[in-house]
């Protein structure tokens, strides 16, 4: 391919299935019926982080819609509490939470992961609590007459879950390595 056919390939302005792995849109579709959104701005208008931080959930959409797959990189998909009030008021019945679930899997899978997210995975592969619980809350646990722990899913497991947990332990905390960025070489100054 020449230089000009890929830098035409790289400014067209519509992107067509054939650019994408056809399994990432099935995904997105089927749990989300994306392609019905009207970008009416409900999803954003009721989205409570986007009060607070650079969160636009109608531009997540869109990104997904038109087939723009930096949404993947977007730090922006990481700021989504699931509070599902979008889904919720949505004149569609879309799922923007599910879309931005099923973003955040694709990109977790290519190593961009949120570190907050990553940092809550380790919690909750080492301890079984999302939010590590320091010793002056452990030491009240125990005034009250309470486990220094509060229980969780793999402390209080019925009989025959134990495989069911263990398959869920192996998805659940398995992570991509960091990735690192790469850092421009410094021209070397002249003499």
């Known amino acids: 391919m020449s230089d000009s056919e890929q830098s035409e390939e790289q400014n067209r302005e519509f992107k067509t299935d054939e650019d994408f792995d056809p399994e990432f849109f099935r995904n997105i579709e089927r749990k989300s019926k994306i392609f019905s959104c009207i970008q009416c701005g409900t999803c954003t208008a009721s989205c409570e982080s986007g009060k607070w931080t650079a969160l636009k959930t109608r531009n997540i959409i869109r990104k997904v819609c038109l087939g723009d797959l930096t949404v993947l990189k977007d730090p922006d998909i990481w700021l989504c509490t699931t509070c599902f009030a979008c889904w919720e008021r949505c004149p569609r019945n879309i799922q923007p939470t599910g879309v931005i679930m099923e973003l955040r899997n694709y990109a977790t899978k290519l190593g961009n992961i949120s570190p907050n997210h990553r940092a809550v995975v380790g919690y909750l592969g080492n301890t079984g609590h ?22 969780t899913l793999f402390k209080y497991k019925t009989e025959g879950e134990g495989k069911e947990l263990e398959n869920f332990k192996e998805f659940m905390f398995d992570l991509p390595p960091v990735k690192e960025e790469k850092k421009p070489k410094k021209k070397e100054e002249k003499k």
Do not use: C, H, Q, S
């Open 130 to 151: 999302a939010v590590p619980i320091n010793d002056i809350t452990k030491e009240r646990r125990k005034e009250l007459g309470l486990d220094e722990l509060p229980p």
